[in-house]
């Protein structure tokens, strides 16, 4: 940061003039952590045009957000009630939900809303300050498009802005307000309303009068003119430009060689013989200013794995299977392979990356199309689940299609349809041969406990009057499932295997039931009657109680 009350430089060769007024040049071109802006000279090379016509400058290059308050806190500090004007370019940056704007201090990495007022120098308080001059104050902003990475809360650029009254803003492409100054604001009289109309590249904001203009006409003696300026000649200039927009050694030592006893030669030096970083550290520095955070690193993979390169697992976490994949990519994009991002190859990977996934998903929603058209044209082929083959064959294709539902529950139907016939023919044939038949077709069918049960009836010689009337007998008893659970487990404990038991007299039960009757000497009919069911409980709490 340089800055200075330019009254001290001009008392040894100048007169001062005796209606010095104070002016405030903010330059910030070089950031750490944000690209470098180029246009920030012409504002410096006002610094003599402001002298000329009678102001006290101040001046902070590339300033901190310190230095930038530091440098309105002196132009505070003079007291300035005559004419004030405030020139700043830099990287500004704006709330993203309305209100103030800040010009960014040279040290600002990645700030976010919360951060930016220790960071920057509000373009309020600019105007605020200035405010000591009203009628002739003026702010100058000037704005160049050049990436500056921004945390949450905050957009590149410069918000609205409402200056007090009294104050005028003008805002737009440096060099066209340095082209402002030099010509129409400086000159006596000059009606800035009129001209401000004329220039669309500007913005303006706040008190612009025809009647006041910024340089009144001269009423008193004018300074003396200065004399040839011995500084730097736009050649040398230029260099000097491009070697700061490179900032590598190799810049710095190539002005040498051209202008070894330049106006910049001393700063060229110190910086040609700075420590500089290896490639890599470089490299590595960039993606660390990109903060990313560990869904964004995850986002990256997932960039990375579509594209085609393996980033073994998608975990947010950089390893050797991640940089491996970032130098594959980078070698396909003709950059430098370092296996580190920078904020132009994470904006062209994400780029590719949301292109590709589009694709894919294009790709699969045609898919996806064509496999439903195969499926509808397959059911139609099959005749729409009209018939037993048919449905079969579709489920056989498309187990999981669109007609599956329907095709399952139609097919459900059909053989559950033909499982009832098949019970229907058993039962009116009433035989032996056809319970068997239905088991042999349905082993675990609907009817399958009532067809064991009828062929064991059938097989112990009752007649169906018999049969109906035991099953009356029994189901009198009203014997509540407990009763029936204690009876299995009696003829379980004698050994008469009577099945599972749950209290459900199936056909396992009432061949148990029959064993039972044959070894006691009652009449074998496989169902129970109330001296049975006495015998059986008297003898299930007796081995309980033995």
């Keep these: 940061m340089r800055a200075r009350s330019i009254l001290l430089a001009l008392s040894v060769a100048l007169p001062v003039p005796a209606f010095a007024d104070t002016a405030l040049i903010l330059a910030n071109a070089r950031y750490a952590e944000a690209q470098n802006l180029r246009t920030t000279r012409d504002f410096l090379r006002l610094e003599d045009d402001l002298q000329a016509a009678g102001f006290d400058v101040i001046v902070v290059e590339n300033g901190d957000a310190g230095e930038l308050r530091q440098g309105l806190s002196e132009l505070l500090n003079a007291d300035e009630d005559e004419r004030v004007l405030i020139a700043a370019v830099g990287h500004f940056v704006r709330s993203s939900i309305g209100g103030d704007s800040w010009l960014a201090g040279t040290d600002a990495n990645r700030p976010d809303l919360a951060e930016i007022s220790g960071d920057g120098l509000p373009v309020s308080v600019m105007a605020e300050v200035a405010a000591s001059a009203p009628g002739r104050a003026m702010v100058l902003l000037g704005l160049e498009n050049r990436q500056f990475i921004l945390g949450r809360g905050l957009e590149q650029g410069l918000g609205p802005v409402e200056p007090p009254q009294g104050v005028t803003v003008?805002?737009?492409?440096?060099?066209?307000?340095?082209?402002?100054?030099?010509?129409?604001?400086?000159?006596?009289?000059?009606?800035?309303?009129?001209?401000?109309?004329?220039?669309?590249?500007?913005?303006?904001?706040g008190f612009v009068s025809p009647a006041l203009p910024f340089t009144a006409?001269?009423?008193?003696?004018?300074?003396?003119?200065?004399?040839?300026?011995?500084?730097?000649?736009?050649?040398?200039?230029?260099?000097?430009?491009?070697?700061?927009?490179?900032?590598?050694?190799?810049?710095?030592?190539?002005?040498?060689?051209?202008?070894?006893?330049?106006?910049?030669?001393?700063?060229?030096?110190?910086r040609a013989a700075a420590p500089q970083s290896t490639p890599e550290e470089v490299a590595q520095a960039n993606e660390d200013a990109l903060n990313l955070d560990r869904n964004a690193r995850r986002q990256v993979q997932r960039y990375l794995t579509i594209l085609g390169y393996d980033t073994r697992g998608i975990d947010g976490i950089f390893g050797n299977g991640t940089r491996t994949a970032i130098r594959s990519w980078q070698a396909a994009q003709g950059v430098a392979v370092t296996g580190y991002l920078n904020a132009p190859q994470l904006a062209a990977l994400s780029e590719q990356g949301r292109v590709r996934q589009a694709e894919?998903?294009?790709?699969?929603?045609?898919?996806?199309?064509?496999?439903a058209r195969a499926d509808r044209a397959y059911w139609q082929a099959t005749g729409q689940g009209q018939t037993e083959q048919g449905l079969r064959d579709y489920l056989d294709r498309y187990p999981d299609g669109l007609f599956a539902d329907v095709a399952e529950a139609r097919l459900a139907d059909i053989l559950a349809a033909r499982e009832g016939a098949a019970w229907q023919a058993a039962r009116q044939t009433n035989t032996v041969a056809s319970y068997r038949a239905y088991l042999d077709d349905y082993p675990n069918g609907t009817h399958a406990d009532d067809a064991r049960a009828r062929i064991e009836a059938l097989q112990s010689g009752l007649t169906?009057?018999?049969?109906?009337?035991?099953?009356?007998?029994?189901?009198?008893?009203?014997?509540?499932?407990?009763?029936?659970?204690?009876?299995?487990?009696?003829?379980?404990?004698?050994?008469?295997?009577?099945?599972?038991?749950?209290?459900?007299?199936?056909?396992?039960?009432?061949?148990?039931?029959?064993?039972?009757?044959?070894?006691?000497?009652?009449?074998?009919?496989?169902?129970?009657?109330q001296v049975l069911v006495v015998r059986l409980l008297a003898e299930s709490i007796g081995g309980i109680l033995r």
């Design 170 to 205: 003008i805002s737009g492409p440096t060099r066209d307000l340095s082209a402002l100054v030099r010509g129409p604001l400086l000159m006596p009289g000059t009606d800035l309303s009129a001209v401000l109309e004329r220039t669309s590249s500007l913005t303006v904001s």
């Design 217 to 270: 006409e001269a009423t008193a003696p004018q300074p003396a003119p200065l004399p040839p300026s011995s500084g730097p000649s736009a050649e040398e200039l230029a260099l000097w430009e491009a070697a700061e927009e490179l900032n590598t050694p190799a810049a710095y030592n190539a002005y040498l060689q051209r202008y070894p006893q330049g106006a910049f030669a001393a700063i060229a030096r110190e």
């Design 360 to 371: 894919i998903e294009e790709e699969e929603r045609l898919r996806r199309e064509a496999e």
């Design 464 to 529: 169906p009057e018999e049969r109906a009337r035991l099953e009356a007998q029994e189901a009198a008893l009203n014997l509540q499932p407990i009763t029936r659970s204690l009876i299995e487990q009696r003829l379980d404990r004698l050994g008469f295997n009577p099945g599972r038991v749950d209290g459900r007299f199936d056909a396992d039960t009432r061949r148990a039931i029959r064993r039972y009757q044959q070894a006691r000497g009652f009449p074998v009919t496989g169902y129970l009657d």
